[in-house]
């Protein structure tokens, strides 16, 4: 029996949304955005599930001995309560699969190396077909994000390449962000991330990487990046281009004042934005019951 819409909680809501923006994500990652609890994470899930909302599958594991965390998809029911678009083509193939995977670990990891940082914290996060939103329909971008900095804010487009596609696509997705971003008045500090998954697999790709603005950044472990095609310059993650932000409330004073959300609210808006600043166009119903 499926969970009335009006008996979903804020918590619910956004948990249902972050799938249907990067499915599959584990428990634990689920538990890292969203619950304070191991328990309450679990107990949460298994009642969403239980009302035909998610769909939890066991990844095969490749050596004997215990069972691999359970990695969480919308249902089809999922999807209509939420108004979500139906999953795009191959949908749960392996390839596909990995590729999410991928995807949703580096923003992940973005999340977790902010928890260590006061003044950081992931603003945005969209997954493939919103973020398609800010390019058109020439590219398809496997991820957008918006990161506060103490005195500023990263955006990026993101393209994990897992060596699975020619030169010369790669190549097209490339030049085609510099096309679809030719009239955006903010291309200067713009920044495309190339995640590859090896030194030779980066090399071959920088020399057919289109010069900046937007600027184009290759990286093997989501941490150090080269501007590329010439790849002289390097920098880390809170050291790409950035536009300034002006001061405003911190996330902390905004969640203390959400009482009634502390354990449920407080969680995400900690791990969102950290201590850094809340961006005026934050959205006002993150903070309300």
């Not at 928890?115 to 991820?143: C, F, I, K």
Request: aromatic residues 8%; contains cysteine; proline residues 7%.
């Amino acid at each position: 029996m499926t969970l009335a819409l009006a008996a979903l909680t804020i918590r619910d809501r956004e948990l249902l949304d972050r799938l249907s923006q990067s499915e599959p994500l584990s428990t634990s990652e689920l538990r890292l955005l969203f619950f304070s609890g191991v328990r309450t994470c679990r107990e949460r899930l298994v009642k969403l599930e239980a009302h035909d909302l998610l769909l939890r599958v066991y990844p095969a594991r490749s050596n004997r001995g215990g069972r691999s965390e359970a990695l969480w998809f919308l249902s089809p029911n999922g999807r209509r309560a939420i108004g979500a678009p139906a999953r795009r083509p191959p949908g749960l193939s392996i390839p596909d699969l990995e590729h999410r995977r991928a995807v949703a670990c580096f923003f992940l990891a973005l999340i977790e190396h902010s928890l260590t940082r006061p003044g950081d914290g992931l603003y945005r996060w969209l997954g493939e077909q919103q973020a398609q939103r800010g390019t058109g329909a020439s590219v398809r971008p496997d991820g957008y994000g918006r990161y506060l900095l103490p005195d500023g804010e990263v955006t990026f487009y993101l393209e994990v390449d897992r060596a699975t596609e020619p030169t010369r696509r790669v190549k097209a997705k490339l030049d085609a962000y510099k096309q679809a971003l030719a009239a955006d008045p903010q291309r200067e500090l713009g920044n495309v991330l190339l995640v590859c998954d090896g030194r030779r697999r980066l090399a071959n790709l920088a020399r057919c990487a289109p010069a900046g603005p937007p600027w184009v950044w290759g990286s093997i472990d989501g941490e150090r990046y080269e501007l590329l095609p010439a790849r002289e310059q390097q920098r880390r993650f809170d050291q790409l281009p950035a536009a300034a932000t002006p001061a405003g409330p911190s996330c902390r004073g905004l969640s203390r004042q959400t009482v009634a959300l502390a354990r449920s609210r407080e969680r995400v808006t900690r791990i969102f934005y950290g201590a850094a600043r809340v961006p005026a166009d934050a959205p006002n119903d993150l903070f309300l019951l």
